[in-house]
């Protein structure tokens, strides 16, 4: 996939840097070329087939100590939700009137928890769990989900292998759907 | 947010922010694409991945043609410097998508081949469909409008002249007219539109009207410049239900009771 970044630093919109062009490509002359280095240092981006995933694992009693620990008291103790997101069940209610969107039963890619996970939990410290940590927490929310085994371990392979549920029900945006035939009298 | 609500529910609530989800102001910044031009793109870039600087990184990926079009990075609004809320030092501005994606304190911007498909893109941002589907990347804000006066919250002092007013918008385009009634949507008037009306802006409608004292139901439709007509809120349930949130921009009626008191008329 080609791949390209711009560092932006704060302050500065002029000290932007990409990784592979040609400086000859550029009208300003401004910024130099970022490091791969300095990218590695800044893209924690995981994508839905999992690429950028990082080596470890964590498994699923791991993870259920970990989520006792770090996001029960938000997300309650089997991620039946409370002041956080429910992260547990739901399935078979998105087309009934009352539908409940968890992870099991809503979100569409299994890489996406741990993209998540790591850039945003717990809330009060994001990006403090270890890479273990992040796959073992995964691996608790799957399972609690029934979407993985009580003794599995996740890892960036085993991760980007699960099919979530709910894969196939995104479509993409058909509007303009809804017409008002724009009555002016007698209406 | 707990939960989603439901659309209706939501509609009955006096001072829900549904009544808009708008803003607009006069930025200043750089275009993307002039950025875009000095790094050099190469073929195959169709997304741009833009993350936060937020405790949440949040990202949310943008098609190259909007990056190409009249997306900027901007650094001031209303004339002095962004304000810390609003993404100090640089934000994206994404004119007429939904506002989520204008991400704040950017600190960075991968193009890609690909959205990165974030919790923000894929759980939160879609739209559940009555039969379980779910629309995702729906960027774009429909055409809507709304009457500030007489609005929720506010009295007619008396029976007589009172201008009507209120403001309408489209993420497509510009405003090309505004049609008001006063008798529970039985017939509908032209508004007047000032001017200047710019695209993807606030555009000020105005309809003189004599009230006479008795109930009344006050609404505002917009149309915008693709033609587009925004829809009333049974024709938007009819097609897309009740479980969705963000892009609701049905018709908003407010009651004028015989008191003068003006309220919700959805709830």
């Known amino acids: 996939m080609p791949t390209r970044e711009l560092c932006i630093a704060a302050f500065v919109v002029a000290a932007l840097a990409c990784a592979t062009c040609a400086q000859a490509q550029s009208p300003y002359g401004i910024g130099r070329s970022a490091t791969p280095a300095e990218i590695a240092g800044w893209n924690i981006d995981i994508d839905r087939d999992g690429n950028n995933l990082p080596a470890g694992s964590g498994s699923v009693s ?39 969107r968890t992870v099991g039963s809503y979100w569409p890619y299994a890489p996406t928890l741990f993209d998540y996970i790591r850039r945003a939990m717990p809330q009060n410290a994001p990006q403090s769990l270890s890479n273990d940590d992040v796959y073992a927490v995964s691996a608790y929310i799957l399972n609690l989900n029934g979407l993985l085994p009580a003794d599995a371990t996740l890892d960036a392979r085993t991760l980007s292998a699960i099919k979530m549920p709910n894969r196939s029900m995104f479509v993409g945006d058909p509007r303009p759907d809804v017409k008002n035939p724009a009555c002016m009298t007698g209406c | 947010m707990l939960r989603q609500p439901r659309l209706q529910e939501a509609l009955r609530q006096d001072g829900s922010d549904l009544v808009g989800l708008v803003s607009c102001a006069e930025w200043t910044g750089v275009s993307l694409k002039l950025v875009l031009q000095e790094a050099g793109l190469q ?49 994206l501005l994404l004119p007429g998508f939904e506002g989520n994606m204008s991400v704040k304190w950017l600190r960075r911007l991968r193009v890609a081949a690909e959205p990165t498909y974030s919790r923000e893109e894929t759980s939160k941002y879609t739209d559940l469909m009555p039969d379980g589907s779910a629309r995702e990347f729906t960027f774009y804000m429909e055409a809507k409008s709304i009457i ?46 000032q001017e200047p009306v710019l695209t993807r802006a606030l555009t000020r409608f105005r309809l003189p009207w004599h009230w006479n004292g008795q109930t ?29 949130y963000y892009h609701n921009n049905a018709i908003w009626p407010w009651r004028i009771a015989a008191d003068g008191e003006v309220t919700n008329a959805n709830a």
């Open chain 1, 62 to 100: 791991r993870g259920h100590e970990v989520f006792d620990q770090q996001c029960a008291s938000c997300h309650g103790a089997k991620g039946e939700g409370g002041v956080g997101d429910r992260l547990v069940g739901g399935q078979g209610t998105l087309a009934t009137p009352k539908p409940v």
């Open chain 2, 43 to 91: 073929p195959g870039a169709k997304w741009i991945v833009a993350e936060g600087a937020d405790a949440a990184a949040m990202t949310r990926s943008i098609p190259i043609e909007k990056c190409l079009d009249d997306a900027m990075l901007v650094y001031s609004q209303n004339g002095e410097r962004l304000r810390p809320q609003q993404g100090y030092p640089l934000r």
């Open chain 2, 148 to 193: 500030t006066r007489p609005s929720g919250g506010q009295r007619l002092s008396a029976p007589g002249f009172h201008e009507i007013s209120g403001i309408a918008w489209s993420g497509h385009g510009k405003v090309k007219r505004v049609d008001v009634s006063v008798d529970d949507g039985k017939s509908w008037q032209e508004a007047q539109l």
């Open chain 2, 216 to 244: 009344a139901v006050i609404q505002s439709r917009a149309i915008d410049e693709t033609g587009y007509v925004q829809p009333t809120l049974a024709e938007l349930l009819a097609v897309r239900g009740d479980n969705h």
